[in-house]
């Protein structure tokens, strides 16, 4: 059988010893620097936007559409993540990748001019549909250049990644809206993206099997309404509708109808988008629900504590978005030398086990928050979240890798980003549900008895926002802060049943042999390709 290996890029030199994955240090870093732009855009996005949002509704007067610029987007690009793929496993990661970061470009070109509140939405769903692919297409495509044995190594340049964008998105939002206008948090997407795309256009050069295929398009659209359905069903519970009303049900109902459809077409159709078989796959069903509940505890984590410092600490925006610098910190070290332990160990489950616990000892430790806790205490606390997901995040992906086909290597990734990005809806909605009414049954118990009684459980009436907050009287500030550190001590007591769960799935990950070759030469050894220009 005749195979063509990878070729590569012209501007490199070939200096270096290649490394067992087929490409030098030097050549992987180039790649992976147009990787990490489009990453970067992706995480940038999720943390830019929330610091322009209230200027944004302030011009456009329409209070009441304020979540759905949020929700739209993570609708959108979660949908497409399994679609992305799925399709980049049958026609090429780079040319998906490429199309994924013009989508999000064009997405956030008409953002910045939007005039009304309804195109920014509108605008938004077709940025998301450019985010959906670009995080995990770049985990697949580095799954192509790096075997797993070696993948650990680059692990900390994403958790910098991450990191960075996280803290640079709320100062960069803030400086934009003070300084020039709300509509630079989306034009900065533009010179970022289009260097994206020239490094990888220029340096990224990926084989592609060669055969017949054709797509699932029945199944991508069972796939894309059932978690529509469910997901504005979430977002809008306890919200915009009740979570009894006739609208939610029937939405959840309609939801998971069309999901069992999916899952039935999935069986019987030629190209299927999320195949069955990886479902068959032990590692790939653990690391799924392993991302799934972390995710939901995650994005717990990183919604409520800003808003804690807010309005318990009164501390501004932009500090209270830095003040998850701790969790991050904690992200990047782990992820670091946990990854060169794994490369040269060729061992992960253990670190994947030490995550889990540290992450359930850190909310544990959550639950303990009050309004007087001090802060070093709360960022040591965040520090311990932060340090078990840094353990295991990336980790669980690249086992996943290692253990499936090379056919499925683009949907096995996406799948992962898929779950903890659901996973992360889920538990955001029902965590703030839960957040709502225990806020509603501490409030009276901690107001002067003659403000409880003109409350009364209506949280609206007092904690509507950071600003309305540090605008009470001392006493009833003092009675709110109280109350909402005594809600969200019970929120993240709920999270830690999840965590635990994690714990047990980590016990029951199996742990294989690392591969030494990577997607490229795997998919060399069992088929004809050919180079994609």
Not at 40 to 49: E, G, M, N, Y
Not at 378 to 399: E, P
Not at 427 to 454: D, I, K, N, Q, Y
Request: charge should be positive.
């Amino acid at each position: 059988m005749t195979t063509v290996a990878a070729r590569p890029s012209p501007e490199l030199t070939l200096a270096e010893p290649a490394s067992p994955g087929g490409l030098t240090h030097r050549q992987i870093l180039v790649v992976m620097s147009g990787l990490m732009l489009g990453m970067f855009l992706a995480t940038l996005d999720q943390t830019i936007v929330g610091t322009a949002l209230p200027t944004i509704v302030g011009e456009f007067h329409r209070a009441d559409l304020l979540s759905w610029v949020v929700t739209v987007y993570l609708l959108t690009s979660t949908i497409s993540t399994p679609l992305y793929g799925k399709a980049s496993d049958l026609f090429g990661r780079k040319r998906l990748l490429q199309l994924a970061i013009v989508i999000f470009l064009i997405g956030s070109a008409l953002c910045g001019i939007a005039q009304n509140m309804a195109e920014l939405i509108g605008f938004r769903a077709l940025q998301g549909l450019g985010a959906g692919g670009l995080m995990s297409l770049a985990l697949a495509v580095i799954a192509d250049i790096i075997p797993p044995r070696e993948r650990g190594r680059y692990q900390g340049y994403f958790g910098a990644v991450f990191a960075s964008s996280s803290i640079i998105g709320p100062l960069l939002g803030g400086f934009f809206v003070d300084q020039a206008s709300w509509r630079w948090v989306f034009y900065i997407n533009i010179p970022l993206g289009l260097a994206a795309l020239v490094v990888i256009n220029r340096v990224l050069h990926l084989p592609v099997a060669r055969r017949k295929v054709s797509i699932d398009w029945l199944g991508a659209g069972l796939l894309v309404a059932g978690i529509s359905a469910l997901l504005v069903a979430v977002q809008s519970g306890g919200r915009d509708l009740a979570w009894s009303s006739a609208p939610l049900l029937g939405l959840v109902g309609a939801g998971v109808l069309l999901i069992v459809a999916f899952v039935r077409r999935e069986r019987v159709a030629p190209e299927p988008i999320l195949p069955p078989r990886l479902f068959s796959n032990d590692i790939f069903r653990v690391a799924s629900s392993i991302g799934f509940l972390s995710g939901g505890v995650m994005f717990g984590v990183i919604i409520f504590f800003p808003q804690y410092l807010q309005l318990v600490r009164g501390e501004t925006a932009t500090a209270s978005g830095l003040a998850t610098l701790p969790m991050l910190a904690g992200m990047l070290v782990t992820s670091i030398v946990s990854g060169r332990l794994i490369s040269r160990l060729g061992r992960y489950k253990m670190f994947v086990v030490a995550g889990t616990f540290l992450l359930t000892g850190g909310l544990v430790l959550m639950t303990q928050i009050s309004a007087t806790t001090p802060l070093v205490e709360l960022f040591l606390w965040m520090f311990i979240v932060g340090s078990g997901m840094g353990l295991f995040m990336q980790t669980v992906v690249m086992a996943t890798q290692s253990a499936v086909e090379t056919r499925d290597l683009g949907v096995a990734t996406s799948s992962i980003m898929f779950f903890r990005t659901m996973g992360g809806a889920i538990g955001a909605a029902v965590f703030g549900a839960l957040l709502t009414s225990r806020l509603a049954v501490e409030l009276p118990g901690h107001l002067p008895v003659a403000v409880a009684r003109v409350v009364g459980r209506s949280t609206n009436k007092l904690v509507t926002s950071p600003a309305a907050v540090d605008a009470l009287p001392t006493a009833v500030r003092r009675g709110v802060g109280t109350a909402y550190s005594a809600a969200l001590s019970d929120v993240f007591l709920a999270a830690v049943p999840l965590a635990i769960v994690t714990i047990v799935l980590s016990l029951l990950l199996r742990e294989i042999v690392l591969r030494t070759s990577n997607g490229i030469q795997r998919a060399a050894a069992e088929a004809v390709v050919e180079p994609v220009l």
